[in-house]
């Protein structure tokens, strides 16, 4: 086998003809029956280790239901199947059922699909030699997106390293420069290519944006404060993205209603229009802007550059940013009681609101008691140490570095309200606008922007598409109805969910955000025993601190706007008490949907916290 990533456990082990389910071997048919919307048989199938397509079928609306509104990485299931060849792309499906199986084994354990995502990259493995480069891309890709992987940091920065070289070797980042592209499109006849090379290029930009974003930028984060660059921290790290090295050469991706047709190929945003004050970036192009802030902030961090006084006061380009994207990410259909998210939109606001948390809370870390997650060199040290002898004698991965998602770093309260006395007008404006922040964050993971139609009102999470996978003729004739009918993606009813179950659709890294804010709430329930806040007859902060039943009058900071006016109704134990269930709630949810350990190791950390703020709220009545 080639050299394609790092080493995974065997999973279940099974016979050849019975490995991808649970239920007793499954027969290879003696005649090769083909159904009439099949694209592959199940004599084929099970050549390569791969469900009968009924079970595998499944599987795909699987992924395209619940993780590629997230994902973005290929285009419509009946685009992306079509291009999907058994011989060189075996890999690539494995790898896919990899990121869904442990949804699919939840959700329809009548399926009998294996639900470890471990033992199907152990079988991606098994035919990695028949891919080419377009198909290790999608499955290094892949393979970060799965829980047992994204959450290790050794195994990540394997993939990363690996699919970094990819990239590289192929030299796609001077293939697909925007310059170049810019000449084709300046001729009286734009050539873009075939439709099998449109499909390349577009997967192949999708893949490279995503791993700047979510392997490089939100994993930074995910290593814990003070949030290191990746490259001062991790051995064989081979890339600084602190140096920007292509992403302001390299072509946009489309937008993500647009990949799903893979249609309109040339309708996508370049760089110069990004700085244009009227230009509204498009919902892929919005998630790349976002986490370039959120990097900055980092990075601001981790050097300790952040004034306060420039952090309060948000440059223009930045606010304006932020306003553009922040009503773009829903759409309320009250005709049919439906609420339409568009993911990329929707993460951008989050990946926006952790970084104003982060910040914020920079400068008040002193009275915060529950701390978020720090990163630990000796845990680093000792993996290196430890490397040979735990590849050596481990297969399942559980002798390798973790990382955690909740800190169970805790402060004493003691002198707490003496701190309190001694903040800055610039802290107490933080700790407002933490208030706030965490008001949007918990607003944007209940999705529907009206609490009044919560339990009425349906959610779809997209865009997505679950088209037909049978011919083009079929294809067209069903494009051609859905435009008479007036149809769009949304309106597909497999979609459909509500708010909570949602939840599942959300990428992961909204787990590590959450898991963090978390530390964040359960600080702010502790200050609503030592704080209450006011508004003067003037529209001036008042600060009551109840231990010594004595009032701050803060004249500098302003109380004159309805979104002020949320930390004076937000700012009590049972508002807080009520983000922080929510908080709770979600975290629980995806830890539903993710490997074991860091299910229970999370589990754990987590009723740890509620314990200890028990004990600190039963010593204030």
């Not at 769009?488 to 659709?505: G, I, R």
């Not at 702010?524 to 003037?538: E, M, N």
């Not at 900071?557 to 049972?574: G, T």
Request: hydrophobic content about 35%; glycine content about 2%; charged content about 25%.
């Amino acid at each position: 086998m080639a050299d394609s990533s790092v080493r995974l456990s065997n999973g279940p082990t099974k016979s050849a003809n019975n490995s991808h389910l649970h239920s007793p071997a499954i027969k290879i048919p003696s005649t090769r029956k083909l159904a009439s919307d099949a694209p592959f048989d199940d004599y084929r199938l099970a050549k390569y280790d791969l469900p009968p397509w009924g079970v595998l079928n499944e599987v795909f609306n699987y992924y395209y239901i619940y993780h590629h509104p997230s994902h973005q990485l290929f285009p419509g299931k009946s685009i992306f199947i079509r291009n999907l060849s058994l011989v060189t792309d075996s890999s690539v499906i494995h790898a896919l059922i990899a990121t869904t199986c442990l949804i699919v084994s939840k959700m329809e354990p009548s399926l009998g699909l294996v639900g470890d995502e471990l033992y199907w990259l152990n079988k991606m493995h098994k035919y990695w030699d028949n891919l080419n480069d377009m198909g290790i891309l999608s499955c290094y890709k892949l393979m970060s997106k799965c829980t047992s992987i994204r959450f290790n940091i050794k195994k990540i920065n394997d993939i990363n390293i690996k699919l970094w070289e990819t990239v590289n070797n192929n030299q796609y980042v001077e293939i697909y420069k925007q310059k170049r592209f810019e000449f084709q499109e300046s001729r009286n006849t734009p050539t873009f290519g075939t439709k099998r090379q449109n499909f390349e290029r577009e997967m192949t930009l999708k893949i490279i944006w995503s791993f700047y974003i979510n392997n490089i930028i939100l994993l930074r984060f995910h290593q814990g404060r003070p949030y290191y660059k990746l490259s001062s921290i991790l051995d064989g790290f081979k890339f600084d993205y602190e140096r920007d090295l292509y992403s302001n050469n390299i072509l946009l991706p489309m937008g993500d209603d647009d990949y799903i047709s893979l249609k309109l190929v040339n309708n996508r945003s370049n760089w110069n229009q990004l700085h244009e004050k009227n230009h509204t970036p498009s919902d892929s192009t919005s998630l790349i802007l976002a986490a370039k802030i959120f990097e900055h902030s980092l990075s601001k961090l981790s050097n300790e550059e952040l004034p306060a006084k420039d952090l309060i006061k948000a440059d223009d380009s930045a606010r304006e940013f932020r306003n553009k994207v922040r009503g773009l990410y829903s759409k309320v259909f009250v005709d049919k009681k439906l609420v339409v998210i568009n993911m990329s939109y929707w993460f951008s606001n989050i990946i926006l609101c952790m970084s104003d948390i982060l910040e914020f809370n920079y400068f008040i870390q002193e009275i915060m008691v529950f701390k978020m997650c720090k990163y630990d060199f000796r845990s680093n040290i000792d993996l290196n140490e430890a490397n040979a002898v735990s590849n050596a004698r481990s297969s399942n991965g559980a002798n390798e570095q973790q990382n955690p998602l909740i800190s169970n770093e805790i402060s004493s309260v003691e002198r707490l309200t003496d701190k309190l006395q001694e903040m800055s007008t610039e802290q107490w404006e933080c700790l407002l606008h933490i208030i706030k922040a965490i008001h949007e964050y918990v607003n944007l993971l209940k999705f529907i922007p009206l609490p009044e139609i919560e339990k009425d009102f349906s959610v779809v999470v997209g865009p997505t598409a679950l088209d037909d996978t049978s011919t083009e003729g079929l294809e067209a004739t069903k494009r051609f109805r859905d435009v008479i009918s007036n149809s769009e993606w949304w309106d597909t009813p497999e979609l459909k969910s509500t708010p909570k179950q949602s939840w599942a659709k959300v990428p992961v890294y909204v787990l590590s955000f959450t898991a963090g804010v978390l530390s964040v709430v359960y600080s702010l329930v502790v200050l609503t025993k030592y704080l209450k806040f006011h508004k003067s007859p003037t529209n001036e902060l008042i600060v009551e601190f109840t231990e010594l039943d004595q009032k701050k009058h803060i004249q500098d900071i302003k109380i004159d706007s309805a979104e002020d006016n949320i930390v004076l109704e937000q700012f009590n134990q049972s508002s807080i008490l009520s983000q922080l269930s929510t908080l709770c709630e979600f975290v629980k949810f995806k830890l539903n949907y993710s490997n074991e350990e860091i299910m229970t190791i999370t589990t754990q950390r987590l009723n740890t916290l509620n314990q200890n703020l028990d004990d600190i709220l039963a010593k204030r009545p």
